[in-house]
C-alpha cells in the first residue's frame, strides 16, 4: 500500500481523519480541493462561479491524476470525485480507497450552511440527503472499506482507518528477484493511461506479444494506453494454446521482433496466459541477449502463479518446459477485469492452482478463499482481487527467497506429480492441467496421512474446498501402471524414485521421495477410495 484515497459526503471527516492518517502512517496528507484551488489560483467557490461544475470536475480530475502519479500520500478527495468513472476506476488501482461514512443528517448538522461549499448553497435538508442517496452508491461500489464516522471521536474512527489499511489486501506487491520488481494488482488497470510503469515510456518500441483469442479481446485497449501514453508499439499474435509454445515458434517471434526493428532499447509486453508468458518471456530473455518484458496476464492462472517468478521457456517433443530461462519480469500487472472474458474451463485451472496455494500458505489463506468461494464462482471482483493477491503476495515470498528453484520454491509443485502423470496419460489437451493438478492435490492429501500422518480431516478439507471452489472432478482413466510409470519419469524424480511435495498440515509442507512400488500402491488404494 502506498497511497490512501479518503472519498465520502461533505462533512465526513476526511480532512481531520486526512491528516490524523497520514501522521500515524508517515505519509504527507493532500486535501485535493486545495491542489485544485493552488492550480487554478482561485477559491472552489470561485471555480464554480466561473467555470460551472463541469470546469470545476475538469480540474479535480486533473488533479487526481497528478496526484495519482506523484509521491504516496493520505488524500482527502471532495465528495463528488466519484461522479466521474474515471476517477473511480483510478483510485482503485492506485491505491486503498476508504470510505467515511456519514448520515444526511450528521453531515447537515457537521457542515451547517457553509459559505464555502457551493454545492450546499441552494440545499435545504432535503437537497442534502438526495445528493447523499444519489452518491452513496457509488461510494460504496468505490471503496475498498468503508469505516463508520457517526457518534465516533477523529481519533477513534483514524484509529480503526489505519488498522484497515494496514493490514489491507489491497496494493502492490515486491518481488526481490532479478533486479526487482513490483506486481501491480487491480480492477479496469486498462483504462489508465499512466498505468505502465516508467520503464516502457522510456523504451523506443514495444512488442505486443499475445494469441489469436486474447489479441481479439484485449489487444486495443492495450495497444490505446502504450499510444496514449506516447509508447510506440506493434503486435505479434500467437495461435492460442500449449502448441504455441515451441522451438520453432520462437524462433519465427524473433525474427518478427528483427523484422519491427526492436532494438535494445525496446521491451516486449506479453498479453496473454501462461502460454503467451512463457513464451514471449523466453524470447525477451533471448533476443539482443535480453530486452525486459512486462507481463500482463489474462488467466486466472497467469495472475496467480505463472507471471511471477521469471521462470520462461518453450517445450520440447521429449517433454513440457524442456527449455528455458529464468528472466524476471521488469513489472506484473494484473488485472481483473481482464478475467472477465475467461472460459470457465480456464477458470477451474485457475482456482485449482488458487487451492495449492492457500494449502500451502496456511491456514487463513484456507479460511479466505473458503469464505470466498461463492463469490469467487460468481466471479465478484472484490472476492477475485483478495484471491489473486493472497496467491501473488505467497508466489512473490517464495520467489524471493528462492530464485532458482534450489529449495522452496519445490513447493509450488504441490499436487503436480500425479497432475502431470494424467495429463500425460491421457494425452496433453485432453485434460485441463488444473482439474488434473486439483486430482493431484487429492492424491497429496491422501500420501500425507498415508506417510507423514497428517490429520484425517486434511484430506476431507481439500476435497471440500476444491468442491466449494467449483473446481469438476476427473476421473482418472489411465492404468495404474501407466501412471505410476509417468510419475517416475517425471522431472523431479531421482532414479526412478518420485518425490512428492506433501502436507503435515496446511500450510506446512515438505518434500518425500517415494519406492516406485510404494506409490503405485498407494495410486491404486486412492483410485479405488475415490
Ligand atoms: N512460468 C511459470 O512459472 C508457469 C507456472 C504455471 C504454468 N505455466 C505454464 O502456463 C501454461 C498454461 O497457462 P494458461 O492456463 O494460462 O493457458 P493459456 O495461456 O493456453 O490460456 C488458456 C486459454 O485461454 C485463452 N485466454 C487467455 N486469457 C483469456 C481471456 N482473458 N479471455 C478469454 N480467453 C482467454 C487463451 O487464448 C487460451 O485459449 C502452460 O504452458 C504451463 O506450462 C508456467
Given at each position: 500500500m502506498s497511497r490512501v484515497f479518503l472519498i465520502g459526503?461533505?462533512?465526513?471527516?476526511k480532512s481531520g481523519v486526512g491528516r490524523a492518517l497520514a501522521a500515524e502512517l508517515g505519509l504527507s496528507f493532500v486535501d485535493l480541493d486545495s491542489e485544485v484551488e493552488k492550480t487554478e489560483g482561485l477559491s472552489v467557490a470561485q471555480i464554480f462561479e466561473r467555470d460551472g461544475e463541469q470546469g470545476f470536475r475538469r480540474a479535480e480530475r486533473a488533479a487526481l491524476a497528478a496526484v495519482s502519479a506523484s509521491a504516496d500520500a493520505v488524500v482527502a478527495c471532495g465528495g463528488g470525485v466519484v461522479l466521474d468513472e474515471r476517477n473511480r476506476a483510478l483510485m482503485r488501482s492506485s491505491g486503498v480507497v476508504l470510505m467515511l461514512d456519514v448520515s444526511a443528517e450528521e453531515a447537515l448538522t457537521r457542515v451547517g450552511s457553509s459559505r464555502t461549499r457551493p454545492l450546499l448553497q441552494d440545499a435545504d435538508g432535503s437537497g442534502v440527503r438526495d445528493m447523499l442517496q444519489e452518491r452513496m452508491d457509488l461510494y460504496r461500489a468505490t471503496a475498498h472499506h468503508i469505516v463508520a464516522t457517526v457518534g465516533r471521536s477523529v481519533l477513534d474512527v483514524t484509529r480503526e482507518a489505519c488498522s484497515v489499511i494496514t493490514s489491507s489486501e489491497i496494493g502492490d506487491i515486491d518481488v526481490s528477484a532479478g533486479a526487482g520488481y513490483t506486481v501491480f494488482i487491480g480492477a479496469?488497470?486498462?483504462?489508465?493511461?499512466?498505468?505502465?510503469?516508467?520503464m516502457l515510456a522510456s523504451r523506443s518500441r514495444v512488442a505486443i506479444v499475445t494469441d489469436s483469442n486474447v489479441g481479439r479481446l484485449h489487444a486495443v485497449c492495450i495497444e490505446r494506453s502504450l499510444r496514449e501514453a506516447g509508447v510506440d508499439s506493434f503486435t505479434c499474435t500467437l495461435e492460442p494454446g500449449e502448441t504455441s509454445k515451441n522451438w520453432l515458434r520462437a524462433g519465427t517471434l524473433l525474427e518478427e521482433f528483427a523484422l519491427a526493428g526492436l532494438d535494445r532499447q525496446g521491451a516486449v509486453l506479453a498479453l496473454g496466459g501462461g502460454v503467451v508468458g512463457d513464451l514471449a518471456g523466453f524470447c525477451a530473455a533471448v533476443y539482443m541477449r535480453g530486452v525486459p518484458v512486462v507481463q500482463v496476464p489474462t488467466t486466472l492462472l497467469a495472475q496467480v502463479d505463472s507471471s511471477i517468478g521469471g521462470k520462461t521457456g518453450v517445450d520440447l517433443a521429449a517433454g513440457k518446459n524442456l527449455a528455458g530461462a529464468f528472466w524476471q519480469p521488469a513489472a506484473v500487472l494484473s488485472d481483473v477485469t481482464l478475467l472477465n472474458t475467461l472460459p470457465d474451463a480456464e477458470w477451474h485451472n485457475g482456482m485449482a492452482e488458487a487451492v495449492k496455494t492457500a494449502l500451502l500458505a496456511g491456514p487463513e489463506a484456507v479460511a479466505q478463499l473458503t469464505a470466498d468461494a461463492v463469490d469467487l464462482a460468481a466471479r465478484d471482483e472484490a472476492a477475485v482481487l483478495r484471491c489473486v493477491r493472497m496467491c501473488a503476495g505467497f508466489k512473490a515470498r517464495v520467489v524471493s527467497a528462492d530464485e532458482r528453484e534450489s529449495g522452496m520454491r519445490e513447493c509450488l509443485n504441490l499436487g503436480h506429480t500425479l497432475g502431470h502423470a494424467i495429463e500425460k496419460v491421457a494425452g496433453y489437451g485432453t485434460v485441463g492441467h488444473g482439474v488434473a493438478v486439483a486430482e493431484g492435490l487429492r492424491f497429496a492429501a491422501f500420501l500425507s496421512a498415508r506417510l507423514l500422518g497428517a490429520p484425517s480431516e486434511l484430506q476431507q478439507r481439500v476435497n471440500t474446498l476444491l468442491d466449494v471452489c467449483g473446481v469438476p472432478r476427473y476421473l482418472v482413466t489411465g492404468s495404474v501402471a501407466d501412471l505410476a510409470a509417468a510419475m517416475s519419469l517425471d522431472k523431479k524424480a531421482r532414479g526412478g524414485v518420485v518425490r512428492f511435495v506433501l502436507l503435515r498440515d496446511v500450510g506446512d509442507w515438505v518434500v518425500v521421495s517415494v519406492e516406485p512400488d510404494v506409490a503405485r500402491k498407494s495410486l491404486a488404494d486412492w483410485l479405488d477410495r475415490s
Amino acid at each position: 500500500m502506498s497511497r490512501v484515497f479518503l472519498i465520502g459526503f461533505m462533512g465526513a471527516g476526511k480532512s481531520g481523519v486526512g491528516r490524523a492518517l497520514a501522521a500515524e502512517l508517515g505519509l504527507s496528507f493532500v486535501d485535493l480541493d486545495s491542489e485544485v484551488e493552488k492550480t487554478e489560483g482561485l477559491s472552489v467557490a470561485q471555480i464554480f462561479e466561473r467555470d460551472g461544475e463541469q470546469g470545476f470536475r475538469r480540474a479535480e480530475r486533473a488533479a487526481l491524476a497528478a496526484v495519482s502519479a506523484s509521491a504516496d500520500a493520505v488524500v482527502a478527495c471532495g465528495g463528488g470525485v466519484v461522479l466521474d468513472e474515471r476517477n473511480r476506476a483510478l483510485m482503485r488501482s492506485s491505491g486503498v480507497v476508504l470510505m467515511l461514512d456519514v448520515s444526511a443528517e450528521e453531515a447537515l448538522t457537521r457542515v451547517g450552511s457553509s459559505r464555502t461549499r457551493p454545492l450546499l448553497q441552494d440545499a435545504d435538508g432535503s437537497g442534502v440527503r438526495d445528493m447523499l442517496q444519489e452518491r452513496m452508491d457509488l461510494y460504496r461500489a468505490t471503496a475498498h472499506h468503508i469505516v463508520a464516522t457517526v457518534g465516533r471521536s477523529v481519533l477513534d474512527v483514524t484509529r480503526e482507518a489505519c488498522s484497515v489499511i494496514t493490514s489491507s489486501e489491497i496494493g502492490d506487491i515486491d518481488v526481490s528477484a532479478g533486479a526487482g520488481y513490483t506486481v501491480f494488482i487491480g480492477a479496469s488497470l486498462m483504462d489508465e493511461t499512466n498505468v505502465f510503469p516508467g520503464m516502457l515510456a522510456s523504451r523506443s518500441r514495444v512488442a505486443i506479444v499475445t494469441d489469436s483469442n486474447v489479441g481479439r479481446l484485449h489487444a486495443v485497449c492495450i495497444e490505446r494506453s502504450l499510444r496514449e501514453a506516447g509508447v510506440d508499439s506493434f503486435t505479434c499474435t500467437l495461435e492460442p494454446g500449449e502448441t504455441s509454445k515451441n522451438w520453432l515458434r520462437a524462433g519465427t517471434l524473433l525474427e518478427e521482433f528483427a523484422l519491427a526493428g526492436l532494438d535494445r532499447q525496446g521491451a516486449v509486453l506479453a498479453l496473454g496466459g501462461g502460454v503467451v508468458g512463457d513464451l514471449a518471456g523466453f524470447c525477451a530473455a533471448v533476443y539482443m541477449r535480453g530486452v525486459p518484458v512486462v507481463q500482463v496476464p489474462t488467466t486466472l492462472l497467469a495472475q496467480v502463479d505463472s507471471s511471477i517468478g521469471g521462470k520462461t521457456g518453450v517445450d520440447l517433443a521429449a517433454g513440457k518446459n524442456l527449455a528455458g530461462a529464468f528472466w524476471q519480469p521488469a513489472a506484473v500487472l494484473s488485472d481483473v477485469t481482464l478475467l472477465n472474458t475467461l472460459p470457465d474451463a480456464e477458470w477451474h485451472n485457475g482456482m485449482a492452482e488458487a487451492v495449492k496455494t492457500a494449502l500451502l500458505a496456511g491456514p487463513e489463506a484456507v479460511a479466505q478463499l473458503t469464505a470466498d468461494a461463492v463469490d469467487l464462482a460468481a466471479r465478484d471482483e472484490a472476492a477475485v482481487l483478495r484471491c489473486v493477491r493472497m496467491c501473488a503476495g505467497f508466489k512473490a515470498r517464495v520467489v524471493s527467497a528462492d530464485e532458482r528453484e534450489s529449495g522452496m520454491r519445490e513447493c509450488l509443485n504441490l499436487g503436480h506429480t500425479l497432475g502431470h502423470a494424467i495429463e500425460k496419460v491421457a494425452g496433453y489437451g485432453t485434460v485441463g492441467h488444473g482439474v488434473a493438478v486439483a486430482e493431484g492435490l487429492r492424491f497429496a492429501a491422501f500420501l500425507s496421512a498415508r506417510l507423514l500422518g497428517a490429520p484425517s480431516e486434511l484430506q476431507q478439507r481439500v476435497n471440500t474446498l476444491l468442491d466449494v471452489c467449483g473446481v469438476p472432478r476427473y476421473l482418472v482413466t489411465g492404468s495404474v501402471a501407466d501412471l505410476a510409470a509417468a510419475m517416475s519419469l517425471d522431472k523431479k524424480a531421482r532414479g526412478g524414485v518420485v518425490r512428492f511435495v506433501l502436507l503435515r498440515d496446511v500450510g506446512d509442507w515438505v518434500v518425500v521421495s517415494v519406492e516406485p512400488d510404494v506409490a503405485r500402491k498407494s495410486l491404486a488404494d486412492w483410485l479405488d477410495r475415490s
